[in-house]
């Protein structure tokens, strides 16, 4: 593969990226080239040292993907993030989505059972609108205290949620810097 079909496939691949990045990434490849072939290196030479444009683009995209999750943590920017990560290696379906859905199910359990417990002396009045004979005061007073868990709950799963998004984030970049060739010890 020569320097102008690269590139181009390189381009290709990086579509995702605004036209600004895709040239920037460009002209460093460019300058990898420039500098190869003042060393006397072919065109077909220096491609194969880089390895596959594709595998590139993916490594690119999956670094771009997570600064942008650490810096904006959406729950869309996370799952893309995830999925580029994903997309590295066959290996990262069971090492990332595994406890992705994990983390995503403890969030999910901890939030629906704080608006269930919050909800619940609505319940009770919804009882005694269409039940009024079986109206115990004990139930009032115990759906209270459930509010007020509840509401002890949103609050924790609020820092929660936010705590296990920023350390989800942290284990996509470890993950993403083992594929990429594992860990340089210092």
Same mark, same amino acid.
């Given at each position: 593969?020569?320097?102008?079909?690269f590139l181009n496939s390189l381009d290709?691949?990086?579509?995702?990226?605004?036209?600004?990045?895709?040239?920037?990434? *460009?002209?460093? =490849?460019?300058?990898?080239? +420039?500098?190869?072939? !003042?060393?006397?290196? @072919?065109?077909?030479?220096?491609? &194969? /040292?880089?390895?596959?444009?594709?595998?590139?683009?993916?490594?690119?995209?999956?670094?771009?993907?997570?600064?942008?999750?650490?810096?904006?943590?959406?729950?869309?920017?996370?799952?893309?993030?995830?999925?580029?990560?994903?997309?590295?290696?066959?290996f990262n379906v069971v090492i990332v *989505?595994?406890? =992705?859905?994990?983390?995503? +199910?403890?969030?999910? !359990?901890?939030?629906? @059972?704080?608006?269930?417990?919050? &909800? /619940?002396?609505?319940?009770?009045?919804?009882?005694?609108?269409?039940?009024?004979?079986?109206?115990?005061?004990?139930?009032?007073?115990?759906?209270?205290?459930?509010?007020?868990?509840?509401?002890?709950?949103?609050?924790?799963?609020?820092?929660?949620?936010?705590?296990?998004?920023?350390?989800?984030?942290?284990?996509?970049?470890?993950?993403?810097?083992?594929?990429?060739?594992?860990?340089?010890?210092?």
């Amino acid at each position: 593969m020569n320097k102008k079909q690269f590139l181009n496939s390189l381009d290709e691949s990086l579509q995702k990226l605004s036209s600004d990045e895709r040239q920037d990434i *460009l002209q460093d =490849f460019e300058e990898h080239f +420039a500098n190869g072939i !003042a060393e006397g290196k @072919s065109e077909e030479h220096i491609s &194969a /040292s880089l390895g596959s444009p594709n595998h590139i683009a993916k490594e690119l995209l999956a670094s771009y993907l997570l600064e942008k999750a650490e810096k904006t943590e959406t729950t869309g920017n996370i799952i893309r993030a995830m999925w580029a990560v994903i997309g590295l290696g066959f290996f990262n379906v069971v090492i990332v *989505l595994g406890p =992705f859905i994990a983390i995503a +199910a403890l969030v999910f !359990a901890g939030w629906a @059972s704080s608006i269930a417990f919050i &909800a /619940s002396p609505l319940l009770v009045f919804m009882n005694v609108i269409l039940n009024p004979d079986t109206f115990i005061l004990f139930d009032l007073f115990f759906s209270m205290m459930l509010c007020g868990l509840g509401l002890f709950i949103a609050v924790g799963m609020f820092f929660i949620t936010k705590a296990l998004i920023r350390g989800f984030v942290r284990y996509l970049k470890f993950n993403t810097k083992m594929v990429k060739g594992g860990l340089k010890h210092v």
